[in-house]
């Protein structure tokens, strides 16, 4: 099977819509697939300094009034390329599962 | 931040320190920090103990041994090496790239685009390390192909090459006052007249001592003829103007014999080397692009015996290319000479440069895009990692 359903993907699709840092990226992956996915903390930075390395994403520190820097990943134009790419093969894996248990589905119905 | 926060970043900065660089290590130790202090706040918004939001935000990253552990695995281990590979492949081209285009301008400007782009600059030692090592290891390692990196260095090199070109010290033909083109010319008309009856005078004498073919077998042999052709054409040799035959040795009679014309063995390999004219023999004319008019020199002694002088003219024959001695050849290439220069005086140094730098650019962009493609096959390869040295490191 194409898709490899790995953190990378997740990390992807929540820094499509905007600039996050590590702790929102990781809530925004829980918030948006209603608590059944989470990415846990210690795969979490390894995961986006090695999309850092590929250049999928890419990082900046931004100071914070009264605080400490933060550091927020933004995905880039290579990043976004490889998201669709991953988005294209999850759609191909549902297909091909769902015509594999649908069909089964349906006989189970006869 | 509270204790059990500040423990677990000294503890993670501690696993860290020395296997990563310093500033990567407070990067990711600063970043870790902020991730806890954010999910405590989140936690005691949401009504639980300070305390118990602390550990209940490091538990959630693991012993900071795993956590080290984990940092590291994501990372890999090449990128630093590589890096520096890129750039030393990157510097690499440039030098070669101006080197060649300096010290070769003269080639460069008498082969076509064709025969110096597509031969000779595939067959640069130098280039091939610096694109093969630098980039396709650099490639290999950080699993990146530097396209930009590549082009901007194949760029900068040809921009410098052309700067010298245009506005380097050498004197170069567009120099040239036309008056000291034709002295110059008559000079070398005269050296490729004496140079043809060298050659001719050469081939009589030589054929009749014993032609070598070229398994250096002997195909031919008149002793006779080959003595009477020394007696009587041995002379007319001499009468040629001294620069170009000389006499060496105590011996003033006896039987004339070729001996020690040093540029042979140098002309074999510069030709074999570069498929370049041989050059520097005698004197130069006009410091021209570097390139000096081939001029030939004769070198000749008296043999006691006319079987040593016989062996002298055998050995020193040789069949290259249809030519029966280096005269010949030497000849032809400075014909070519005295032809490119006709039509490299009339060129500006803007043409000059233009000329030069066309077959430069060809031929090491061909190799470049070579190596990109090898390059990429190289991204492709896995990382070896170091994954269970780390782990032994770190327990």
């Known amino acids: 099977m194409a898709f490899k359903g790995d953190n990378d993907a997740l990390i992807l699709g929540v820094l499509a819509e905007r600039a996050l840092h590590g702790y929102e990226i990781s809530k925004q992956i829980k918030l948006k697939s209603k608590g059944s996915l989470t990415l846990p903390e210690n795969k979490l930075y390894p995961a986006l300094h090695k999309l850092e390395e590929q250049g999928l994403i890419t990082a900046e520190w931004i100071p914070q009034h009264g605080k400490p820097d933060r550091k927020v990943y933004s995905i880039s134009p290579e990043g976004t390329l490889e998201l669709h790419q991953q988005r294209s093969a999850w759609q191909t894996f549902v297909s091909n599962i769902n015509s594999v248990m649908m069909d089964a589905k349906a006989k189970e119905g006869k | ?395």
């Open chain 2, 1 to 395: 931040m509270a204790k059990y926060a500040d423990w677990y970043t000294v503890e993670l900065d501690g696993y860290l320190k020395g296997r990563v660089s310093d500033v990567h290590r407070f990067h990711a130790v600063r970043e870790i920090s902020n991730h806890i202090a954010e999910h405590v706040d989140e936690l005691i918004e949401r009504g639980m103990d300070s305390v118990d939001a602390e550990k209940a935000a490091i538990a959630s990253f693991g012993p900071p041994r795993n956590a080290a552990l984990n940092f590291l695995q994501g990372r890999n281990p090449w990128t630093k090496l590589g890096n520096i590979l890129l750039w030393v492949g990157c510097i690499g081209i440039v030098a070669t790239i101006c080197f060649t285009g300096i010290f070769f301008q003269n080639m460069m400007l008498y082969r076509p685009w064709s025969e110096y782009g597509s031969y000779f600059l595939p067959i640069s030692a130098g280039l091939w390390v610096a694109m093969g090592i630098g980039l396709a290891f650099g490639a290999l390692m950080t699993k990146k192909v530097a396209v930009k990196r590549l082009f901007s260095s194949w760029m900068v090199g040809l921009m410098l090459t052309a700067g010298y070109l245009l506005a380097g010290p050498e004197k170069h033909f567009a120099d040239v006052v036309p008056t000291q083109f034709e002295t110059a010319m008559k000079g070398w008309q005269e050296g490729h007249t004496a140079t043809l009856k060298i050659a001719k005078l050469y081939d009589s004498i030589a054929e009749p001592s014993g032609i070598q073919d070229v398994n250096g077998q002997n195909v031919a042999q008149d002793r006779t003829l080959a003595i009477e052709r020394i007696r009587t054409l041995g002379p007319q040799l001499l009468a040629i103007k001294p620069s170009y035959v000389s006499v060496r040795g105590k011996e003033t009679t006896g039987f004339l014999g070729p001996v020690d014309n040093g540029y042979y063995p140098y002309h074999q390999y510069a030709q074999a080397r570069y498929g370049a004219d041989p050059y520097r023999i005698g004197m130069d004319e006009l410091p021209v692009t570097g390139h000096a008019f081939p001029w030939t020199r004769l070198n000749l002694q008296y043999f006691k015996t006319a079987d040593e002088a016989i062996e002298a003219w055998s050995s020193s024959s040789r069949y290259f290319g249809g030519q029966t001695n280096e005269f010949s050849q030497m000849a032809v290439h400075q014909e070519l000479f005295m032809g490119n220069a006709k039509e490299i005086v009339e060129m500006s140094r803007a043409q000059v440069a233009f000329r030069t730098l066309g077959p430069l650019a060809g031929g090491t962009l061909g190799m470049l895009l070579l190596v990109l493609i090898v390059s990429w096959l190289l991204t492709k390869i896995p990382n070896v990692t170091l994954h269970s040295s780390f782990r032994r490191k770190i327990a």
